[in-house]
């Protein structure tokens, strides 16, 4: 009798040799995978990306920190969470044991694990007043540098409530104060290009309107009567500058940083018939058409 092998199934088994490549193989992948992916046993850390890195520098500067295992890795992993491939700057608590993909989704999309600090520049503040504010807030705020650094920029730092973070540089604190004040006063240079004056001549009067009024009520008056001498070629005489009793024009250069209010009323000040002015003990204003009237008002509220 005849036997049918057509149905018969052979099943071929690898040689040895072949399966051992394949396991060793297999083996390589999951230590690689476990090397590459496994958190590094450190401690805490605490990292600070600043806006002007580039990804690529934050990625090896992580690896070399040993907050990852290999840079390249954890770009893979930034790119899967975000799009651009790009990372946010700012400090990032990163605690101890966390996995590179963790870490990516931390810098990939602003989960800084940390709080900022809130700091609030008052309106007025010299170069000077806001170095020594910002060097008592943040670690490694150096004040010399802020200082060289902004030795042109008085006036145009503006006054506003920040969070910065704690290892923020002085760029980037100079960096964010200046951009603000580009934004806050945007709006108004087209009204200031219609008064004639430049930016720099708004911004000077505005500094000393930040220590010549009391407030809103009486910041466009004076602003008004500081400008009327100027036209008339009479000195300032402000108290905030005491080269104005001496020299003629506006200071050489902004006083301070002045705030919003301050700067709208150097645009538009009002016009009235009056040249001088002063503040009472309580800081009520009173306003003179003549010298004359100056001088029985400084009798009468300030003596």
């Known amino acids: 009798m005849e036997t049918n092998n057509a149905n018969k199934t052979i099943v071929y088994f690898p040689k040895p040799r072949i399966l051992k490549i394949f396991l060793v193989i297999g083996f390589l992948l999951v230590v690689g995978c476990y090397f590459l992916l496994s958190p590094l046993k450190n401690k805490d850390v605490i990292i600070h990306i600043s806006s002007s890195q580039t990804a690529d520098s934050v990625y090896s500067e992580l690896e070399n920190k040993k907050v990852v295992k290999n840079d390249k890795v954890l770009k893979l992993f930034v790119r899967l969470m975000n799009t651009n491939g790009g990372v946010i700057s700012g400090d990032y608590l990163i605690k101890k044991g966390t996995p590179v993909w963790v870490v990516a989704w931390q810098i990939a999309r602003g989960h800084h694990n940390t709080d900022p600090v809130k700091i609030t520049m008052r309106e007025g503040l010299t170069n000077e007043e806001i170095a020594t504010i910002l060097s008592s807030k943040l670690i490694n705020f150096e004040k010399e540098s802020f200082l060289n650094k902004t030795k042109d920029k008085q006036g145009y730092l503006f006054p506003?409530?920040?969070?910065?973070?704690?290892?923020?540089?002085?760029?980037?604190?100079?960096?964010?104060?200046?951009?603000?004040?580009?934004?806050?006063?945007?709006?108004?240079?087209?009204?200031?290009?219609?008064?004639?004056?430049?930016?720099?001549?708004?911004i000077i009067m505005a500094s000393v309107l930040e220590g010549e009024a009391g407030g809103e009520e009486d910041i466009a008056i004076i602003s008004g009567i500081l400008w009327k001498r100027i036209s008339l070629g009479m000195r300032l005489q402000v108290d905030i500058d005491k080269s104005t009793y001496t020299n003629s024009g506006l200071s050489e250069k902004p006083l301070n940083n002045p705030g919003l209010m301050s700067i709208k009323a150097a645009v538009n000040p009002i016009n009235s018939s009056y040249l001088y002015y002063l503040h009472d003990k309580n800081g009520k204003v009173h306003y003179a058409k003549t010298f004359e009237e100056h001088k029985l008002n400084i009798k009468k509220y300030l003596k």
């Open 160 to 202: 506003d409530t920040y969070f910065f973070y704690p290892l923020d540089t002085e760029d980037e604190v100079v960096g964010k104060m200046s951009d603000n004040f580009q934004k806050r006063t945007k709006s108004i240079l087209p009204t200031i290009e219609a008064t004639g004056k430049s930016l720099s001549e708004i």
